[in-house]
């Protein structure tokens, strides 16, 4: 059986490391691109279409499927605006289409700021609590590896995307356009893109499915890895 071409976009401080354990358990199915933000000039991040387009730039297959997580899932749909045709199926994880209140622009700044003061080890360590549940916070391999990525992309990456997040388009008024295979998938537990977000993705998808990871955070595909496989499995075929 001939491997699908799979694009994985990961999300806000996620380096390919959020994809480890899919790049290891889909390889026989899939032949699995994942962008590196590290690898991208900074004014990629100047808007959502020219972040979507260097994403989509890092593609070699005219067809494949596409799947993102949080920012990265927002970057998906941002690509369906612009090459729907060339997507087979979308998956959509711990993701949110909503633009952003004055209330969460003012969280975002105030990261930033933090981060411009020196205190980007203060941003990561907020950051964990939207990205793990506390529940998960004693498994110290688990913190350690998130840890390691988050510094892997670094504070001036990071300030640019929470830039791009503050501003980004309501995207729910486009998502009756998706008509491929979609599955929508989100932590029970996800503190950063709540689970409501998912249900009304999934409601405005049609025929999509909409999978609940139970005992499970943000980071799904580093929470949950075989969970996860199985489902980016079940979904590829």
């Known amino acids: 059986m001939p491997k699908a071409p799979l694009l994985l976009i990961p ?32 004014s990629v991040w100047d808007t959502w279409d020219s972040a ?28 369906m605006q612009i090459a729907a045709d060339r997507v087979d199926r979308l998956a959509l994880l711990d993701t949110g289409m909503r633009s952003q ?3 969460e622009r003012a969280i ?11 205190h980007f080890e203060l ?15 004693p498994d110290k391999a688990l ?8 510094g892997e992309i670094g504070v001036e990456i990071y300030k640019r995307q929470e830039e791009l997040a503050a501003i980004r ?14 599955i929508v998938v989100c932590g029970r537990d996800d503190a950063a893109t709540p689970l409501f977000l998912s249900e009304e993705m999934a409601a405005a998808i049609k025929g999509s499915e909409l999978i609940v ?3 499970c955070g943000h980071l799904v595909t580093m929470e949950k890895p075989e969970e996860t496989n199985a489902i980016l499995r079940e979904w590829l075929s």
């Open 11 to 42: 999300g806000l401080l996620c380096s390919p490391r959020l994809f480890a354990r899919q790049l290891a358990g889909l390889a026989e199915r899939a032949d699995i691109v994942v962008p590196d933000w590290r690898k991208a000039p900074l």
């Open 52 to 79: 979507a387009r260097w994403v989509l730039a890092q593609m070699p297959a005219e067809r494949f499927s596409l799947a993102g997580l949080s920012l990265g899932g927002m970057l998906a749909v941002e690509i």
């Open 101 to 103: 209140n004055e209330t």
């Open 108 to 118: 975002r700044r105030a990261r930033i700021r933090l981060a411009n003061e020196g």
């Open 123 to 137: 941003v990561l360590g907020l950051q964990m609590s939207r990205f793990i549940p506390a529940y998960r916070l």
């Open 143 to 150: 913190v350690g590896e998130v840890m390691t990525m988050c």
């Open 169 to 182: 388009a309501d995207r729910r008024p486009d998502l009756p356009k998706i008509v491929c295979p979609t």
């Open 213 to 215: 990871v139970e005992q």
